[in-house]
């Protein structure tokens, strides 16, 4: 029994991690789409239709149930809905912000999935981990807020739109994966939000695929998409598994190791640079993220 209790978040801790390096190449590979003629929406359809067909292929080669159980019914609409403003406004963002600031602007969201944590379990969380979230916006404010008016208003809503998503991914993921397997919800789930996702890029999109219709795409367009589809996929599926092995509040602090690599990806591959205040207001988001990370182990010991 101990080795059992003990294996689970171990599994959720180790699938987090893969996630994380899996989610990194996502933004700077979205932003390389979009510099090279794909608007950020209409990646987000590739990658849409993408994860639809490929989890849902791989469901059925389990023989996983799709079935949707009354009580999955709730998790499941808050699953369509967090998963629709990650990957519209996250990856939206882009098309505004350098990925460094719009990854320091979302990864916001373990301070926010650690806050909410306690409360969605039931009993007041401890006034600590107020003052740790507190000290994770001040980074927030530190990295955006001197240079705010530089900054476009927009591309920073809609990152911290996608941040809010992705905290309500974790809870309604736990919840959904105590019904169905990652494989089979995270293909409905896709499935579901893929007319809408196609409606938007329609909209803003002028009612035509850049992609595949325009000879001013640069070259490294499709391979850039492809790259996408492939991160977005390899981190999906290990995220909503590592919140089926171990709590959110447990296995969201080891996504930190995302904003980390993004940034630097960034830098090595898009030659992107940071502001002092940026590097310092995302180092006391990391540091305020490691806090509220170790907190919960402690009062748990």
Same mark, same amino acid.
């Given at each position: 029994?101990?080795q059992?209790?003990?294996?689970?978040?171990?599994?959720?801790?180790?699938?987090?991690?893969?996630?994380?390096?899996?989610?990194?190449?996502?933004?700077?590979?979205?932003?390389?789409?979009?510099?090279?003629?794909?608007?950020?929406?209409?990646?987000?359809?590739?990658?849409?239709?993408?994860?639809?067909?490929?989890?849902?292929?791989?469901?059925?080669?389990?023989?996983?149930?799709?079935?949707?159980?009354?009580?999955?019914?709730?998790?499941?609409?808050?699953?369509?809905?967090?998963?629709l403003?990650?990957?519209?406004?996250?990856?939206?963002?882009?098309?505004?912000?350098?990925?460094?600031?719009?990854v320091i602007?979302?990864?916001?969201?373990?301070?926010?999935?650690?806050?909410?944590?306690?409360?969605?379990?039931?009993?007041?969380?401890?006034?600590?981990?107020?003052?740790?979230?507190? /000290?994770?916006?001040?980074?927030?404010?530190?990295?955006?807020?001197?240079?705010?008016?530089?900054?476009?208003?927009?591309?920073?809503?809609?990152?911290?739109?996608?941040?809010?998503?992705?905290?309500?991914?974790f809870?309604?993921?736990?919840?959904?994966?105590?019904?169905?397997?990652p494989?089979?919800?995270g293909?409905?789930?896709?499935?579901?939000?893929?007319?809408i996702?196609?409606a938007?890029?329609?909209? /803003?999109?002028?009612?035509? /695929?850049?992609?595949?219709?325009?000879?001013?795409?640069?070259?490294?367009a499709m391979?850039?998409?492809?790259?996408?589809?492939?991160?977005?996929?390899?981190?999906?599926?290990?995220?909503?598994?590592?919140?089926?092995?171990?709590?959110?509040s447990?296995?969201?602090? /080891?996504?930190?190791?995302?904003?980390?690599?993004?940034?630097?990806?960034?830098?090595?591959?898009?030659?992107?640079?940071?502001?002092?205040?940026?590097?310092?207001?995302?180092?006391?988001?990391?540091?305020?993220?490691?806090?509220?990370?170790?907190?919960?182990?402690?009062?748990?010991?």
């Amino acid at each position: 029994m101990p080795q059992s209790v003990h294996a689970r978040p171990l599994a959720g801790i180790v699938l987090a991690l893969l996630a994380s390096i899996s989610y990194a190449g996502v933004p700077n590979f979205a932003r390389l789409a979009f510099l090279n003629g794909v608007p950020a929406l209409e990646t987000v359809l590739y990658r849409t239709t993408a994860l639809a067909v490929i989890l849902c292929v791989i469901a059925a080669l389990r023989r996983e149930s799709f079935a949707l159980p009354r009580a999955a019914l709730v998790p499941f609409l808050f699953q369509c809905l967090a998963t629709l403003l990650v990957s519209a406004c996250y990856l939206a963002s882009l098309q505004y912000l350098p990925v460094t600031l719009s990854v320091i602007i979302f990864y916001t969201f373990p301070v926010i999935v650690l806050l909410a944590a306690p409360l969605i379990e039931g009993h007041m969380p401890h006034w600590i981990r107020f003052a740790v979230a507190g /000290f994770g916006f001040l980074g927030l404010y530190v990295a955006i807020g001197p240079a705010f008016e530089h900054i476009n208003a927009l591309g920073v809503a809609l990152a911290a739109l996608g941040s809010l998503g992705c905290a309500l991914q974790f809870f309604s993921g736990r919840l959904l994966a105590q019904h169905l397997q990652p494989a089979a919800f995270g293909g409905l789930v896709h499935l579901t939000i893929w007319p809408i996702i196609l409606a938007l890029t329609l909209y /803003f999109g002028g009612r035509e /695929f850049q992609l595949f219709g325009s000879s001013v795409v640069g070259p490294y367009a499709m391979g850039a998409v492809l790259l996408v589809c492939l991160c977005y996929l390899g981190g999906y599926f290990c995220h909503m598994s590592s919140v089926k092995a171990a709590p959110a509040s447990i296995v969201a602090p /080891f996504f930190n190791l995302e904003p980390v690599l993004s940034t630097t990806v960034a830098v090595l591959l898009l030659k992107e640079t940071m502001t002092q205040a940026q590097w310092t207001g995302g180092a006391i988001i990391l540091l305020s993220l490691f806090i509220a990370g170790v907190l919960p182990t402690r009062k748990h010991a």
